[in-house]
């Protein structure tokens, strides 16, 4: 008789964000099976993991021993599908984690909600924020006190200094910068290596050093 009930989670989206996922997952060894959830069959991810299904079968999937569950569909500039997924394994009881990768720091400091990935050499240091569903991804930079919205993006090697707020559903590109106490307002894509030294205002692009709206 096993001492501990057979851990499960899916990953909701079979692409290259399910790769990063899935090898910070394989690297914490704290699931007993992993599944993917994806429209195609492929062969299994590392040779290790297998697609178990598509979005339609989340509910039975959810009857067969998977309690947890992460949307791993990256996100440039739209986040409606990720939202969607989200919302509909949270309907159907999921527990969503936050997936940690190993080798990144999180200040015990900072505050973190569900939902969230910190990829590889990834920094969020103390007093920070961050909102459900946020990918901070390799190598990104979160400084002291700053607020992340929901299903923000900041992409691989990016830099937000310290007091930066980013609103819901905005993507800052890779190897971008934001100065200190800028504010970033809801749905606002940040163009790569660009650096952002003026608050930006809801829906808008920014691009160039310095940044400026396109």
């Known amino acids: 008789m096993r001492c501990c009930a057979v851990k499960k989670i899916l990953l909701i989206g079979g692409g290259g964000h399910c790769r990063s996922v899935a090898d910070t997952l394989l690297r914490l060894n704290k699931y007993d099976e992993i ?48 939202r969607r997924l989200y919302g509909k394994i949270s309907k159907l009881g999921y527990n969503i984690p936050n997936i940690v990768d190993p080798s990144a720091i999180v200040s015990p400091y900072a505050k973190l909600g569900k939902g969230i990935f910190v990829g590889k050499n990834a920094t969020v240091n103390a007093g920070s924020e961050i909102g459900d569903a946020a990918i901070i991804n390799t190598g990104a930079i979160v400084e002291h006190d700053c607020r992340i919205g929901e299903f923000v993006h900041i992409s691989p090697g990016a830099v937000l200094c310290g007091g930066v707020e980013v609103g819901d559903d905005t993507h800052i590109g890779a190897n971008a910068s934001v ?36």
């Open 35 to 82: 599944g993917i959830v994806d429209v195609h069959d492929d062969d299994p991810m590392f040779g290790l993991i297998k697609v178990v299904g598509n979005d339609d079968d989340l509910s039975k999937l959810r009857t067969e021993g998977f309690t947890d569950a992460f949307v791993t569909v990256g996100s440039v500039g739209n986040t409606d599908l990720r």
């Open 179 to 214: 100065k200190q106490y800028v504010k970033l307002g809801k749905n606002v894509v940040v163009g790569m290596g660009s650096v952002v030294i003026h608050d930006v205002h809801d829906n808008v692009t920014v691009v160039g050093n310095p940044a400026h709206e396109l």
